[in-house]
């Protein structure tokens, strides 16, 4: 497979960098164990005991990725992004940013190096918003952090710094997280979804915030939930994509640039085996591999080759084999089955990871194919990326 290059200079002075990067231990070597994290760091998002930006991926200190189930990012500014990382023994590891308690431990104390979220054991997933995290244990979901719009669901709008119990809700299976809203897929097929909906992103019929689950009418068979800022893409069964919340960018796929509160279908788009929901865009991976994105593009970040955002599903061209992808405020990242890891779109604080921090309409590599990693995520609406 091949990949579009700015410039035969630049592939020259990124491969350069990279070969820097290796001789020197503050920057992880391409086929390291660690979790690795690079781009904007004021708040210790990055895990690496240090608030300097990074503009190459380097280790997340202690965390190994083969003991990662799964990692998100959350914050939304220079001082309140964090990450969270759901190990194999259950437990879940919170760091960056804490004005909110959002990293889970009791105190609003942040820090630049992975720690226990308190108390909580036998997590299979984590979801982040700009300023709560949440965490699925035994089909329940567990929350912390700001609470402002009722995104704990627990009943209230009082802030939580260590975990509370969604209320009412069983036998969840995957858990996603807006900006102030989060989304629940049960084992039923069925979607939840509480927290704010001032764009309809709860996707129940109106712009009311909640502070409870309530069920998402007119969705069934879901298989896939994922959620943006301020919308969220739900993939059933049968290949078909149901959209809601947030749309002035066109990030719902529906042909229109309005927001809405019920569900409705993203256009031109059949057979999807993947759903990712970032930002303020999205993408979808096919049956066949190729890749369709839709919604803002300012940056490139559709990675289209273009600047115009879409408001129906695009072809990305030259991506193919798509393992994961995520993005955040004006950027996306993608690791491909070979293990190599792809960013494009705005690089202001080096969220691409090539070493440079020149924006990019189309793919520029983080890492090699060989690299290990296989997942990645990225600050809800931050600058910070993350591989594992």
Known sequence: MTYRYRSYARAVATAALALAALAAPAHAEPRDPWVRAWGRNGAGQLGNGSTLVQQTPAGVRGLARADVLELAGGGGGETNSFAVAALNDGTVQAWGGNTNGQLGDGTTTGRSLPAAVAGLSGASRVAAGVLSGYAVRGGRVLAWGDNTYGQLGDGSTTGATRPVAVQSLSRVTDIAAGCYHAVALREDGTVWTWGRSNFGQLGIGTDDDRNTPKRV???????????GCNHVLARTADGTVKAWGYNANGQLGDDSTTHRNVPVDVRQL??????????????????????????????????????????????????????????????????????????????????????TTTDSPVPVVALPPGSGATRVATSIVARSSYAY
């Not at 009418?217 to 959620?227: F, L, N, W, Y």
């Open 217 to 227: 009418p007119g969705v069934t068979d879901v298989v896939e939930i994922s959620a």
């Open 270 to 355: 059949d057979d999807v085996a993947r759903v990712f929901a970032c930002g303020y865009h999205s993408f979808a991976v096919l049956d066949d591999g190729a890749v369709r994105a839709w919604g803002w593009n300012g940056f490139g970040q559709l990675g289209d080759g273009s600047t115009v955002s879409r408001t129906t599903p695009v072809p990305v061209p030259g991506l193919s084999d798509v393992r994961g992808l995520a993005g955040g405020y004006n950027h996306t990242v993608a690791v491909l089955a070979d293990g190599s890891v792809l960013g494009w779109g705005e690089n202001t604080a080096g969220q691409l990871g090539d070493a």
